[in-house]
Nanobody, 125 residues
Framework: QLQLVESGGDLVQPGGSLRLSCVASGFTLDLYTIAWFRQAPGKEREGVSCISANSASTNYADSVKGRFTISRDNGKNTATLQMNGLKPEDTAVYFC??????????????????WGQGTQVTVSS
């Protein structure tokens, strides 16, 4: 059974940093593109960032460019989202997802077959 588990969410002050992790089990992560999505209360789920299986292709939402960095360690079956300069508008539940596509030019939700349960990120003073 394919499973993704996120961790690292927390309450942090504006300007702070968090590092989210996504660990895969039941399958080999290096065959999949990984993306992070987030959903704030009352809003639709939106794409945050994406990284292809070989890390050659990445993509970021405009709202997080220059602040967030996505990476992966296929040997550890793990993907990571480093979030710096956090803002209150980054508050959301963050999900990682895996999909069998090659490039991150369009990482829509429907392209992902496996999802984690989410981890809460709250940015507040």
């Amino acid at each position: 059974q394919l499973q993704l588990v996120e961790s690292g969410g927390d309450l942090v002050q504006p300007g702070g940093s968090l590092r989210l992790s996504c660990v895969a089990s039941g399958f080999t992560l290096d065959l999949y593109t990984i993306a992070w999505f987030r959903q704030a209360p009352g809003k639709e789920r939106e794409g945050v960032s994406c990284i292809s299986a070989n890390s050659a292709s990445t993509n970021y939402a405009d709202s997080v460019k220059g602040r967030f960095t996505i990476s992966r360690d296929n040997g550890k079956n793990t993907a990571t989202l480093q979030m710096n300069g956090l803002k209150p508008e980054d508050t959301a539940v963050y999900f990682c997802a895996a999909g069998s596509y090659a490039y991150c030019s369009q990482y829509t939700q429907r392209r992902h077959d496996s999802w984690g349960q989410g981890t809460q990120v709250t940015v507040s003073s």
